[in-house]
């Protein structure tokens, strides 16, 4: 048996598709109501609750040969430190006490490439780089970096872990829209007006899941896995978006610097509304990060494999029109997926 937790996320729901495919035995750990839309036809065991619920954990541990650690809350507007804190934190440290209790087999956590402290413009990303909180963009980067370096202290206890650090995901499956599964909607929308001037690696959820998957089977203890995929400028993903949508790219060019700005001034709209943000200082900043990142030891020890983006934004428009077509027919619009 595997234990999953948040299953219910972009990552998490294509993990439970590709362990499905496996024909393993899945228990998924689910707060309390939290929407299950993504995972409702998979066939798997449901456990309600939370991960800074200690004793729950160990219960829902107990048996289970490998423990996939997905839940989190991924934030990057301001406000949500203590939030990021108790559940990217201190959740993590639950799951770690609760696998050493049990004697779990295996731990795979997936942490983020925010988690790697940068280097200087000019040095490729990779392993090397430490996961150090004061030196990353963030209280989301800083969350997750914490919840590492716990699943560390949990492998310097006897705790066969493994860490994987995706780097931006794309791709089809993406329920509860995430940012950009948002950006390619308001894309399909015809919503996008202007185009920002920076750059990010991409990756498809898909070869994620899978990454994640050969880090539980060939990882080594204590061993930390980049799944990155295809460098790519923001102007540059506007171009393949018009080609696969006929949908005209926006020509104008907003720089970094102004749009950092402009992601500030924004925030507290963002905030008062509730709504899901294209545009705060911390998403530019990581647009205008070094994103030149490798995933060669992924490669050369999990034999772990990306596709190209271009393939990645197909199933990506195909899926959310799917989604948009059958929203507009039955009258009631899905979560994430909002005809215009």
């Not at 804190?85 to 795979?108: H, M, P």
């Not at 894309?187 to 185009?195: D, E, P």
């Not at 027919?329 to 997926?337: E, L, R, V, Y």
């Amino acid at each position: 048996m595997v234990v999953v937790t948040g299953a219910t996320g972009h990552i998490g729901n294509v993990l439970v598709r590709e362990l499905s495919a496996r024909n393993e035995k899945i228990k998924a750990v689910i707060p309390f109501g939290e929407d299950t839309t993504a995972i409702k036809d998979l066939d798997l065991e449901i456990v309600r609750g939370d991960v800074r619920d200690i004793e729950l954990l160990k219960q829902a541990i107990e048996g289970a040969n490998i423990v996939y650690h997905l839940a989190g809350i991924i934030s990057i507007l301001p406000g949500k430190r203590w939030l990021l804190q108790e559940v990217n934190v201190k959740g993590t440290r639950n799951v770690v006490e609760a696998c050493l209790k049990s004697r779990v087999k295996r731990l795979v956590y997936v942490s983020s490439i925010h988690a790697i402290k940068e280097p200087p413009r000019g040095t490729v990303i990779d392993e090397t780089q430490p996961f150090d909180p004061s030196s990353v963009l963030g209280d989301y980067a800083k969350s997750k970096a914490q919840a590492t370096l716990e699943v560390l202290e949990g492998v310097r206890k006897g705790l066969d872990a493994v860490i994987v650090c995706p780097t931006g995901v794309i791709g089809p499956y993406d329920f509860k829209g995430s940012d950009m599964g948002q950006l390619i909607l308001s894309y399909i929308h015809n919503k996008m007006k202007a185009c920002i001037d920076g750059a990010y690696d991409f990756v498809d959820v898909r070869d994620v899941a899978k990454g994640i998957v050969l880090a539980a089977e060939k990882g080594k203890k204590g061993q930390s896995y980049i799944l990155s995929g295809e460098r790519i400028s923001v102007p540059g993903l506007f171009s393949m978006l018009e080609k696969i949508t006929g949908i005209r790219a926006p020509k104008f060019k907003v720089p970094c610097q102004l749009a950092r700005v402009i992601g500030i001034v924004a925030t507290p709209y963002y905030l008062l509304t509730k709504s899901k943000p294209l545009i705060t200082k911390d998403s530019i900043d990581v647009l205008a990060s070094n994103s030149y990142i490798s995933s060669q030891k992924a490669k050369h020890e999990l034999g772990y494999t990306s596709r190209p983006i271009w393939e990645s934004l197909v199933d990506s428009v195909t899926w959310f029109k799917q989604g948009i077509l059958k929203s507009i027919n039955s009258g009631t619009p899905q979560d994430g997926i909002k005809p215009a």
